[in-house]
């Protein structure tokens, strides 16, 4: 795991704050999926950093220019989308995942996980596109 602290900078010096609940959810989906091995963490789990410029999680009102750049809006924080196709995920979806209020898509395709999907992820009433493993 890499952190990037240039990832919360918006270029106006305001760091971007988290909720709770979210934040939660990502770190229970980061151990049960055996975060330590993905493909790509960067940026997990460090405490500087908020969710929003985690590698994979695309938050409302968050754009990535050019890869490289986080730029945040400090109104929209809520997770839309958790992308971590073929990333050599292993284990299962914690229940957790249903603290992602916003979301709308979910892609974990290609990766070694086992278990069933989480019922709090099948009453997501926004989820537009679920990629399942």
Known sequence: MTCDDSANDNGS?????????????????????NGTYW???KNWLCDSISYCGWEGVECAGVLCDGGSQWHCDKQRNDIVELIKDY???????????GS?????????????????????IGSKVGLHRYYPF
């Not at 305001?14 to 049960?32: G, I, P, R």
């Not at 709308?104 to 990766?111: A, E, H, V």
Request: charged share 25%; proline share 4%.
């Open 13 to 33: 010096g305001f760091n971007v704050t988290y909720d709770d609940d979210q934040h939660d959810a990502l770190v229970a989906f980061y151990k049960a999926t």
């Open 39 to 41: 493909r790509e963490n």
């Open 87 to 97: 990333s050599n995920l292993m284990g299962t979806i914690p229940q957790e995942i």
């Open 100 to 120: 992602l209020v916003g979301l709308k898509r979910l892609d974990l395709d290609g990766n070694e996980l086992k278990g069933t999907i989480p019922s709090e």
